[in-house]
T-cell receptor, first 112, second 116 residues
Framework: DSGVTQTPKHLITATGQRVTLRCSPRSGDLSVYWYQQSLDQGLQFLIQ???????AKGNILERFSAQQFPDLHSELNLSSLELGDSALYFC???????????FGPGTRLLVL | AQSVTQLGSHVSVSEGALVLLRCNYS??????LFWYVQYPNQGLQLLLKYTSAATLVKGINGFEAEFKKSETSFHLTKPSAHMSDAAEYFC??????????????FGTGTRLTIIP
């Protein structure tokens, strides 16, 4: 158990819909990262938040957005969903001045 | 820019045999390097990491890796494979001391199968 929690574990929805994925980082971790794992793209960095502020962006679609709240939990919002958005979405967290990102169990999204 | 190449998307070894999973990286600045393991239907678990200290790094479950700057490699080894090692293994790189931009760039993964 990494100490990072993600909800829900599984999500099935239809094209065009909007979903929200939630991540709670390890205690004391100010940085939260979101990654997408898909069969065709592999593991890709989406976005990083640090203490409530966006810090870095990767290959994140405009239909996707994220935020980090004062209690440091983060949400990834996916809208106008397409079949190709079906993937495993991971959240990771990290402490300042340390190198290791600790990953949550992921949310498996299936868009039908 | 940084990138990771993992040679061999599938590797099969017999139980008790040497495990060797290959990883080559590219980075314009000194890298941090990581190996993560993913068991079926689970998240990513850190096996070991290189952060510019010792070039031979020991991790959990008997795995180790050696950082070779001249070869830009960070291959993962284990002397004797166990059935429980069957999983997918990912090599990843981040930019050392680039605080504020510590994203991980992953390789495409290597699925390790252990033959009884």
């Amino acid at each position: 158990d990494s100490g990072v929690t993600q909800t829900p574990k599984h999500l099935i929805t239809a094209t065009g819909q909007r979903v929200t994925l939630r991540c709670s980082p390890r205690s004391g971790d100010l940085s939260v990262y979101w990654y997408q794992q898909s069969l065709d793209q592999g593991l890709q960095f989406l976005i990083q938040y640090y203490n409530g502020e966006e810090r870095a962006k990767g290959n994140i679609l405009e239909r996707f957005s994220a935020q980090q709240f004062p209690d440091l939990h983060s949400e990834l919002n996916l809208s106008s969903l397409e079949l190709g958005d079906s993937a495993l979405y991971f959240c990771a967290s990290k402490k300042d001045q340390q190198e290791t990102q600790y990953f949550g169990p992921g949310t498996r999204l299936l868009v039908l | 820019a940084q990138s990771v190449t993992q040679l061999g998307s599938h590797v099969s070894v017999s139980e008790g045999a040497l495990v060797l999973l290959r990883c080559n990286y590219s980075s314009s600045v000194p890298p941090y390097l990581f190996w993560y393991v993913q068991y079926p239907n689970q998240g990513l678990q850190l096996l070991l990491k290189y952060t510019s200290a010792a070039t031979l790094v020991k991790g959990i479950n008997g795995f180790e890796a050696e950082f070779k700057k001249s070869e830009t490699s960070f291959h993962l080894t284990k002397p004797s494979a166990h059935m429980s090692d069957a999983a997918e293994y990912f090599c990843a790189v981040s930019e050392a001391q680039n605080f504020g931009n510590e994203k991980l760039t992953f390789g495409t993964g290597t699925r390790l199968t252990i033959i009884p």
